[in-house]
């Protein structure tokens, strides 16, 4: 993806602009938020909240179903990133209320991590904040890992970070990916190299293969 910005955006417009016949609001819904993505990758947030948007109308309109990727979460997302905490906390409230009433929280958790700083930011303005609380421990138990040896446990965020570590990401990607600023991010790998007592990233990187600390 990187340097290819003009093939991303023109890809994510295709994808908006794709007239498929008898495609329901469902999917064009889905098509938008792929689209949506894709502008936020290359840089447009203005025109991903133009799109999501239209996702959030079209799946609004049909009541009688229900998503597992809900495009108002990615929108909120989105105005967390822009530090527009207010209209995120909105449409997080009103995906928390609905879906406690329904009695599915459960499926916010097929999200991905990109649903926790929604979560911290429902504890934090007190939205539903049982029920976010619930759904964070279900990530928290899953991703804090204990180091063989030394005891020292890797909190939820770490195991997060070494993660995208592995996966090759540039502090910049992290930072972008996590919702965090860069300085934290060096915060977490200098934790990270501390607790495997090694002195660099790409050491940091070998050990957690050698210890087989995340499953690939």
Excluded: W
């Amino acid at each position: 993806i990187q340097g290819r910005a003009d093939e991303l955006s023109k890809l994510a417009r295709k994808i908006k602009a794709a007239e498929i016949p008898f495609e329901s609001p469902e999917s064009i819904a889905g098509r938008q938020m792929i689209a949506a993505m894709a502008l936020l990758q290359n840089n447009a947030p203005a025109e991903a909240e133009e799109t999501l948007r239209e996702a959030v109308a079209l799946q609004k309109a049909v009541v009688a179903t229900r998503t597992v990727f809900d495009a108002r979460i990615l929108l909120a997302h989105l105005y967390l990133t822009q530090n527009r905490g207010d209209e995120a906390a909105d449409l997080l409230n009103q995906v928390l209320t609905q879906f406690d009433e329904l009695g599915i929280c459960g499926i916010l958790v097929m999200e991905g991590r990109t649903i926790l700083p929604l979560l911290d930011l429902a504890v934090a303005r007190n939205i539903r904040p049982e029920t976010a609380e619930l759904l964070r421990s279900r990530f928290d138990r899953e991703r804090t890992i204990t180091l063989p040896g030394s005891g020292e446990r890797l909190t939820p965020r770490e195991v997060e970070v070494l993660e995208m570590l592995m996966n090759g990401a540039s502090n910049k990607e992290i930072a972008a990916e996590l919702v965090i600023t860069q300085r934290t991010v060096k915060a977490h790998v200098s934790n990270i190299m501390g607790k495997l007592e090694v002195s660099s990233r790409t050491e940091a990187v070998a050990k957690a293969y050698e210890l087989a600390l995340i499953r690939r």
